[in-house]
Each structure stands twice: as C-alpha cells, then as structure tokens.
C-alpha cells in the first residue's frame, strides 16, 4: 500500500528565497550562510535562473528543482536544471519527480527541445529517478578547476 501525499509545486519570488536555504544545504553542503545563498541566487536570477519549490501537506517546503532556459548548438533551446534537492524526511514520497514533471511543462510551454541536468556520480538514488523519468545518459561531463 503507497501512502498518496499532498504535493503543491510553487515558483519562489525573490521575497521568499531564503525559505529554500535548509533544502538546497542538502544538495549544496557548502553553502553556509542563507544571506549568501539568496544573494547568489539573485545574481543566478540576472542570468535567468528560476527556483521552483514543493511543499508537503502541511505547507512545508521540502523539495526545490533551480533550472535556467539556454540555447546550446547541441540541444538547441533546452532548459538546463542546475539543482534538484529533497529534504531527507520527504524522500520517496514523489516530491522530485513532481518537480521534474512540472519543469518537462515548462519546457514544452517555453517550446524547448528538453531538459538537460548533471549529476554527481555518487548519486546513486537520483540517477534511477533521472532514468525512470526518461532521461538519457548521452555524455560525461568533465570540469577543470583554475
């Protein structure tokens, strides 16, 4: 038997932003600071980044999905999901994959060709959802630190 949860999906203004610092910590353990955090938001904002939040059933914010819309000569316009992150108490319960399906939407609103995502390879439970989503693994990702 599945336990069906109330799952209300919401996009943060730049009023509410720090209201997501507790979940994004999860994914992002270096941010240390909730001031900081929504200041590097906002500048992501400049660049179109855009936060989308779940929240519980008893209104408590405990998944966030941070995407942005880009034009690549490889995927065309696309829109890129930076962050995905689920409160640990809220896992399993299909606030991420409410997220992902929210963000597949607006892609299709926004006339996009799809959604793009990189995960850390550690994340093992993340890449069965990204897989049973419909996400392909085409690439690796490689980074240079300078």
């Given at each position: 038997m599945t336990t069906q949860h109330t799952i209300k999906i919401a996009e943060l203004d730049n009023a509410d932003l720090a209201s997501a610092f507790d979940v994004m910590r999860e994914l992002r353990p270096h941010l240390t600071d909730a001031d900081e955090?929504?200041?590097?938001?906002?500048?992501?904002?400049?660049?179109?980044?855009?936060?989308?939040?779940?929240?519980?059933?008893?209104?408590?914010?405990?998944?966030?999905?941070?995407?942005?819309?880009?034009?690549?000569?490889?995927?065309?316009?696309?829109?890129?999901?930076d962050d995905l992150s689920t409160l640990p108490s809220a896992r399993g319960q299909g606030h991420a994959g409410a997220l992902l399906?929210?963000?597949?939407?607006?892609?299709?609103?926004?006339g996009c060709a799809g959604v793009h995502l990189d995960s850390g390879s550690q994340r093992h439970d993340a890449h069965r959802l990204y897989l049973a989503s419909g996400f392909v693994i085409p690439a690796f990702h490689f980074a240079k630190s300078l």
């Open positions: 955090f929504v200041e590097l938001v906002r500048a992501q904002r400049r660049e179109g980044y855009r936060l989308v939040v779940s929240y519980n059933e008893t209104d408590r914010l405990v998944s966030l999905a941070g995407f942005r819309h880009q034009t690549s000569l490889y995927a065309g316009s696309h829109l890129y999901v399906r929210w963000v597949d939407e607006e892609a299709r609103r926004l």
